[in-house]
């Protein structure tokens, strides 16, 4: 009888969990929405700051733009430290099962290289607390998806989704066991993302701590990552955003070599 | 003295008016010291150096044009076992870069002197014919002087987003700077006498047709030109022979090669694997002229790969082959031994001791406190007990300062050859560099 009563009671539990009937599905696409503005650009800084307090800058002009139904076009051109200036990055992401596929510009040799950055140096995006996955779009298809308990962080009522990829390829591509993120329910958007290290220990935090509102887009404006194991953390602040139509030849290597 | 007031002068007249008129000004300085280490020469002090490159650029009001400007500034308190006049500041080494761009449409237009780079090949690319090398620096990766740009006229087509149909004409291509003084060849007793021209007048044209595309899965390029090699070759002596009383000075000129490549990229695993080919055709293709350089097949793989513990590296494999190596030919007057060791000094300063070479070289570097601290290793294995290795350090002092240390180290004994062009010592240096 107390097995049956504790059985109902765990089914009871699961079924008010869920209750608002919304999915993870559901929850993914609504993020989507959010996120697919056809063209964005501006600046961002990078400021790194270390667990003493000293901070170091990267600044960089941004453009991205969607391409079709299942491709993303980002353009980064670094502006400081002048020891970077002038080199450039262009990214083309796929949503369809596509690798991504990467170039750099090194104004120093003049050159124009393929790369395959995500990795390089532990992934690590200019020696900040971002790696090129974190400011990259992945390919969900290959991730796995678990709805956990509802959150409040911050005063907001939020879902909780975990993610995992789907095979130990994946997860060592993406240098994660898996990561929880929380998405805002009134509109959403992902505004905290945890992530836990193949020892299950919480490697670092993502926070957006400030965003744009562009009905029906949201796009973040300060971001900070947090890696609680060093105690160094990254704020990425984004300035001067503008959604007026990027023309496809910015995303060109003619473009991150003239400009 | 008077020399350099008039260089001053002619840099400050360069300088005021596109300091002026600029949009934006950067700066490197660097200062460098490099000292011997050879075992058998002892420790001596090879070289210091104070380099400034004043730099730049803007555009012209109400139109597309942009304009750029550069300058290499350097005085060098230690000149080395050359002496005080080893390499001194001539004024064509002052202009760096001066050049216009204007965009057209699909088309973009670049007149003046500028570094073009083919290829993917980092090291030893075989289609990085166009700019001269450098030779007088002691680094084989030295970051601000190894390449001079050259004069030229550059027209880029653009038939879609990922192509890009190029042509380059050269009227003047700048010499190879080398760093050696006369060299008496003593099996013959003839004197090689470099030539110091700034630009080679005397062989003008060369043309450059480039395609290349950076698609979604390759990049790759196919290059045809037709050149004056910067690199010279020698002009045989009447007789080659040891006869005392027969002394010769064997001069150097530039000829027109062929270039025929092609090179290719692509993401291969969690690394790009690359590969730079060329045959490059010289008047010599039946070999027979000891002194003119042998055409030739390369070809350069690389493989950029990241490696467990953040350790990004890079391995190159280079293959040439001399085509028709060894088959010159004796003239009369000529003594075979003489005749040998001419062309084998000849071979050796074009780097084609043999007719089939092969060499590895490998780079690793990893980064520490979040990029601030670089630690590299270039490894230069030639299947045989020669080894080149240069550990490399730098620190990120701030934003502009950073500091930097290494060494060239070479394993086994260098090659014997009178007119080579490295040669082989040893050494280590320090460098402080500022960059605004």
Not at chain 1, 120 to 134: N, R
Not at chain 2, 76 to 98: F, K, M, T
Not at chain 2, 255 to 276: C, E, M, N, P, V
Not at chain 2, 279 to 299: A, I, Q
């Amino acid at each position: 009888m107390r097995k049956l009563s504790a059985l109902a009671l765990i089914l009871f539990a699961a079924a008010a969990l869920y209750a608002d009937g919304v999915t993870v599905d559901q929850i993914l696409d609504n993020f989507d929405k959010t996120l697919g503005i056809p063209s964005i650009q501006g600046s961002f800084k990078v400021q790194l700051i270390s667990s003493s307090g000293e901070v170091r800058e990267i600044q960089a002009r941004a453009y991205q733009k969607y391409v079709g139904g299942s491709q993303i076009n980002r353009l980064f051109i670094f502006d400081f430290p002048p020891s970077v200036r002038g080199t450039s990055l262009l990214v083309h992401s796929f949503f369809d099962g596509r690798p991504n596929t990467m170039w750099i510009y090194l104004p120093a040799v003049r050159r124009v290289r393929r790369i395959a950055l995500e990795s390089s140096g532990g992934g690590y995006f200019m020696g900040s607390d971002f790696t090129y996955a974190d400011l990259i779009n992945n390919d969900n298809a290959k991730m796995s998806f678990e709805r956990l308990p509802d959150e409040r962080h911050n005063g907001v009522d939020s879902y909780a989704i975990k993610a995992e990829g789907q095979s130990a390829e994946v997860k060592q591509e993406r240098g994660y066991a898996y990561v929880v993120s929380l998405y805002r329910k009134d509109n959403f958007f992902m505004h905290v993302r945890k992530y836990y290290d193949f020892n299950g220990e919480l490697v670092k935090i993502y926070e957006v701590q400030d965003y744009l509102s562009l009905p029906p887009y949201i796009y973040p404006t300060k971001i900070s990552m947090t890696n609680v194991q060093t105690g160094h953390r990254s704020v990425l602040l984004a300035e001067g955003a503008n959604v007026d139509p990027i023309p496809d030849d910015y995303f060109t290597t003619r473009y991150m070599q003239n400009n | 003295m008077k020399r350099y007031a008039l260089i001053a002068a002619a840099a400050l007249a360069l300088a005021a008016p596109a300091a002026v008129m600029a949009d934006e000004f950067r700066l490197t300085a660097v200062a460098d010291y490099f000292g011997g280490v050879e075992p058998t020469a002892g420790y001596e002090s090879l070289r210091s150096r104070i380099f400034l490159r004043p730099w730049f650029s803007g555009a012209v009001p109400g139109t597309e044009l942009r304009w750029q400007l550069s300058a290499n500034l350097w005085v060098q308190p230690i000149a080395g076992p050359e002496g005080v006049s080893g390499y001194a500041v001539e004024p064509a080494d002052i202009l760096d870069e001066a050049w216009l761009y204007l965009p057209m449409g699909a088309f973009d237009l670049s007149l003046g002197q500028k570094p073009v780079a083919y290829g993917f090949a980092d090291v030893f690319g075989p289609l990085n014919v166009v700019n001269a090398a450098n030779r007088v620096p002691l680094s084989l990766d030295e970051p601000f002087d190894s390449r001079l740009p050259s004069p030229l006229a550059q027209l880029q087509f653009y038939p879609d987003f990922d192509s890009t149909v190029e042509l380059v004409y050269i009227p003047f291509m700048r010499p190879d700077r080398e760093r050696l003084g006369d060299v008496l060849l003593s099996g013959l007793g003839d004197t090689v006498r470099w030539r110091r021209d700034a630009f080679i007048l005397d062989n003008p044209h060369s043309l450059f047709l480039r395609y290349s595309r950076y698609g979604e899965r390759v990049d790759f390029q196919l290059l045809y030109g037709w050149y004056a090699d910067q690199t010279p070759d020698f002009i045989r002596p009447a007789a080659l022979n040891a006869t005392p009383g027969g002394e010769y000075d064997i001069e150097t000129v530039y000829a027109k090669r062929h270039i025929f490549g092609g090179a290719y990229a692509f993401k291969l695993g969690s690394g790009t694997f690359s590969q730079d080919l060329a045959f490059k055709l010289t008047g010599d293709l039946d070999g027979s002229d000891p002194g003119e350089r042998n055409s030739e097949l390369t070809v350069n793989t690389q493989y950029l790969a990241n490696l467990p513990f953040g350790v990004l590296s890079q391995f190159s494999l280079v293959y040439a082959h001399f085509i028709n190596h060894g088959k010159h030919e004796l003239m009369p007057g000529d003594d075979t031994a003489s005749l040998d060791y001419f062309a084998q000094a000849v071979q050796g300063f074009h780097t084609q001791p043999l007719q089939n070479i092969a060499f590895i070289v490998a780079h690793f570097e990893r980064q520490f406190m979040r990029e601030r601290l670089k630690a590299e290793l270039n490894v230069g294995f030639f299947f045989s007990p020669e080894l080149y290795l240069a550990p490399r350090l730098s620190y990120q002092l701030n934003d502009n300062w950073s500091a930097a240390g290494g060494a060239d180290i070479n394993l086994g004994d260098p090659p014997d050859a009178a007119l080579r062009r490295n040669p082989n010592d040893d050494n280590f240096y320090l460098r402080l560099v500022f960059r605004h």
